[in-house]
Each structure stands twice: as structure tokens, then as C-alpha cells.
């Protein structure tokens, strides 16, 4: 017997009046509301980063590793990624709210929550410990993104089939996002060694 099948038969032994045994779930509105808060928290974030990374200075003792061709991005170079790609997610937060796929929008939010999540810790609060100083971000990324991706997370978690259907879904959602930033830093990049 299919899965579905065997959903069936449970469902007709339950009462009409049963309470549905589903989670709650996400409406178009919801998601919409969710990811224009998202945006704006991202949009402070990024002032403040944009702010700290103007005067921002790398210690004399950090070198990346010998392996990363690259030196650590100027402050113009920082500040102009972070412009793109906050163009580039509320280029995204237009495009899904225009959607009328659930699953699209559930996607975009997850990547927002994910974002928050592990861009606070790497590299805002790492960057502050190893640097033993202010990193351009952290306190937005404390104040702002921690409270919400803990406050999204649990009903954003309740919208998925399963753990792995999660799992997988956010790490699809966190790689896209990351890919957006590393097209804007290498934008960036380019745009300065041109």
C-alpha cells in the first residue's frame, strides 16, 4: 500500500470534528509579512555594516591563508557588496511576494532565517572574538537577526513535511543566499581591479 493510501484510511476513521492533525500553516499573507520584516531587519543590518566597515581596519597581524588569492576586501570593496546584494534580496523579497507558489515563499523565508542564524555567528560574533574587537555588524546581528530567526524558526519548521524535507530545504535556501553574496563580492571586486 501507498502512503497516501494509508493516509486516506487514517483520515476516515477520524471523527468530522477531529482537530486537524496537521500543523498550521503559512497563508500567502503570512509568508508576505514575514519576509518584509525579514527584509527590513536585513536592510539595518547592513547600514550598520556598511557604517562599521567604513572604518573598519583588519589588524596588522591577519593575513588570510596562503592557500585564498585574494587580500582581505577594501572598505569600499565591503561596503559596495553589501549594497548589492541588499539590492539583490529585496530584488528577491518583489519577486516571491508576487508568487502565488507557497512552496517558492516558504523557500525564500527559510533562506532568510538561515541567513540570520549563521551569519550572526560567522563571521559578526567569531569575527568580534578573533579580532578581539567591534566587527562591522554584530550588533545588529545580535539585537536583530538572533530574536527573529528564533522567533521565525519553530512555526517556519512546522511548515515541513518532515526533518529531512527541512534539512534539505535549508540548505538549498542557505547556499542560494550565499551564492548571492559572493556575486556581489566578487561584483565588488571586479568593479575596484578593473
Not at 539590492?87 to 532565517?113: C, D, G, N
Request: aromatic content about 18%; charged content about 10%.
Amino acid at each position: 500500500r501507498t502512503m497516501t493510501a494509508m493516509m486516506e484510511e487514517a483520515r476516515e476513521l477520524l471523527p468530522a470534528t477531529a482537530p486537524s492533525l496537521c500543523p498550521p500553516v503559512y497563508t500567502a499573507r503570512d509568508y508576505a509579512k514575514q519576509m518584509l520584516i525579514a527584509g527590513i531587519l536585513l536592510t539595518i543590518h547592513n547600514f550598520e555594516e556598511s557604517l562599521g566597515f567604513y572604518w573598519f581596519k583588519y589588524p596588522a597581524w591577519f593575513q588570510p591563508p596562503t592557500w585564498f588569492p585574494l587580500a582581505p576586501p577594501s572598505n569600499w570593496e565591503m561596503i559596495t557588496a553589501i549594497i548589492i546584494v541588499t539590492a539583490i534580496f529585496w530584488l528577491a523579497i518583489t519577486s516571491v511576494a508576487v508568487s502565488k507558489k507557497l512552496v517558492i515563499k516558504r523557500f525564500m523565508l527559510t533562506a532568510f532565517v538561515m541567513v540570520f542564524m549563521i551569519n550572526t555567528w560567522v563571521p559578526h560574533i567569531l569575527g568580534s572574538i578573533v579580532f578581539l574587537t567591534y566587527f562591522p555588524g554584530v550588533v545588529t546581528a545580535v539585537i536583530l537577526y538572533l530574536p527573529a530567526a528564533y522567533l521565525m524558526f519553530p512555526k517556519l519548521y512546522k511548515q515541513f513535511e518532515s526533518r529531512r524535507t527541512f534539512l534539505f530545504t535549508a540548505a538549498a535556501a542557505f547556499g542560494t543566499a550565499l551564492s548571492w553574496v559572493g556575486m556581489a563580492q566578487g561584483i565588488a571586486y571586479i568593479g575596484f581591479h578593473i
